[in-house]
T-cell receptor, first 112, second 115 residues
Framework: DQQVKQNSPSLSVQEGRISILNCDYT??????FLWYKKYPAEGPTFLIS?????DKNEDGRFTVFLNKSAKHLSLHIVPSQPGDSAVYFC???????????FGTGTRLTIIP | DAGVIQSPRHEVTEMGQEVTLRCKPI?????LFWYRQTMMRGLELLIY????????DSGMPEDRFSAKMPNASFSTLKIQPSEPRDSAVYFC?????????????FGDGTRLSIL
């Protein structure tokens, strides 16, 4: 049972445009969400997070939006840069539990 | 600051052999996690420790897998005997449990191939 789903395995975006990566979850006990970025032959790197008490969190070019009623979150990258080409993982945790449940990832390719 | 350090980076061994993966968490971090990444199942948690104590090992696939954390700066994941289906990338991560939610920091993984 996949509790965190990233339905787009890949996404290509022109440099300078906006990249939007999506993530859906099924477990209503999740109260904290994170995005990780992964380059080949490296471990995932933490990018940005959001608590369920918020609907938006921004950090530079990266913004995460949370829609609790739809159990959906998205990561916006603007403007997209070639160095953003990587696999992006959505992850979720519930209160009082350190376990992270990961989605299967979306491979983002930024076209110069 | 040194990140999470995993060794070896690559391991190729024959079926039936014992495999030991090692992890040094970030200094000051009190939670440690072992993950496995495969094409079929993605990134899945195997086990995690808090203050060197195993908290949740429900993700450990079977008795062939065991993990230890003898002290705050070292952990091992052992597979004995190894099987071809154990081939995957194994990641170790650590975090500092405290006020608020702290993100997990990952090592660069061990790519394991069982022939």
């Amino acid at each position: 049972d996949q509790q965190v789903k990233q339905n787009s395995p890949s996404l290509s975006v022109q440099e300078g445009r906006i990249s939007i990566l999506n993530c859906d979850y099924t477990n209503s006990m999740f109260d904290y969400f994170l995005w990780y970025k992964k380059y080949p032959a490296e471990g995932p790197t933490f990018l940005i997070s959001i608590s369920s008490i918020k609907d938006k969190n921004e950090d530079g070019r990266f913004t995460v939006f949370l829609n609790k009623s739809a159990k959906h979150l998205s990561l916006h990258i603007v403007p997209s840069q070639p160095g953003d080409s990587a696999v992006y993982f959505c992850a979720a945790k519930d209160f009082g539990n350190e376990k992270l449940t990961f989605g299967t990832g979306t491979r983002l390719t930024i076209i110069p | 600051d040194a990140g999470v350090i995993q060794s070896p980076r690559h391991e190729v061994t024959e079926m039936g052999q014992e495999v030991t993966l090692r992890c040094k968490p970030i200094s000051g971090h009190n939670s440690l996690f072992w993950y496995r990444q495969t094409m079929m199942r993605g990134l899945e948690l195997l086990i995690y420790f808090n203050n060197n104590v195993p908290i949740d090992d429900s993700g450990m696939p079977e008795d062939r897998f065991s993990a230890k954390m003898p002290n705050a700066s070292f952990s091992t994941l052992k597979i004995q005997p190894s099987e071809p289906r154990d081939s995957a990338v194994y990641f170790c991560a650590s975090s500092r449990q405290g006020i608020g939610v702290q993100p997990q920091h990952f090592g660069d993984g061990t790519r394991l191939s069982i022939l």
